[in-house]
């Protein structure tokens, strides 16, 4: 009998620990908190794929291409700093969540360009959020503009 009670007491506490994880509980706070410290575009798309992975179905995102009027809703502002471009988006959709954006940068003397793509942890609706491109040249004298995003429309 007194083997029995102790081994209840033991087991007890595991049991307890089990109910309470660590990590995040679901896709959005796995994103949320693996995407801090403004990593590179290819460690979003793994954080994004991994938390996917990591979830059941119900908890899984879906991506949707953002169609042209949700692009026309945008309000951006580019700077360049440490061979970057920082775009700081107003999400001026009541809708749609942003994950992803491409953009275009253009030199303007030789017409050449470059396509990029810029990711931000979850973008909400009616908000500013700055995506960071990673730029492998920037012209001195360039244009840009935005070609297509990803993210997630919500009733």
């Given amino acids: 009998m007194k083997m029995i009670l102790i081994f209840m007491i033991a087991l007890t506490p595991t049991i307890a620990m089990a109910e309470q994880p660590d990590g995040p509980n679901n896709h959005y706070d796995c994103i949320l908190e693996s995407m801090k410290g403004n990593p590179s575009d290819e460690e979003a798309k793994s954080i994004r794929d991994t938390c996917q992975e990591s979830f059941s179905d119900r908890d899984k995102i879906e991506y949707e291409d953002l169609p042209t009027s949700m692009l026309m809703l945008l ?49 909400e609706p009616l908000s500013s959020c700055e995506f960071k491109f990673h730029v492998f040249e920037i012209p001195e004298n360039m244009s840009w503009t935005i070609l297509g995003g990803s993210g997630q429309h919500v009733p």
Wanted: proline share 2%; hydrophobic share 30%; charged share 20%.
């Fill in 75 to 123: 309000e951006a502002t580019a700077k360049v700093t440490d061979g970057n471009i920082a775009m700081t988006v107003y999400n001026n959709s009541n809708i749609w969540y942003i994950y992803e954006l491409k953009i275009r940068v253009t030199d303007k003397r030789s017409g050449s360009y470059q396509d990029y793509s810029g990711h931000y942890p979850w973008c």
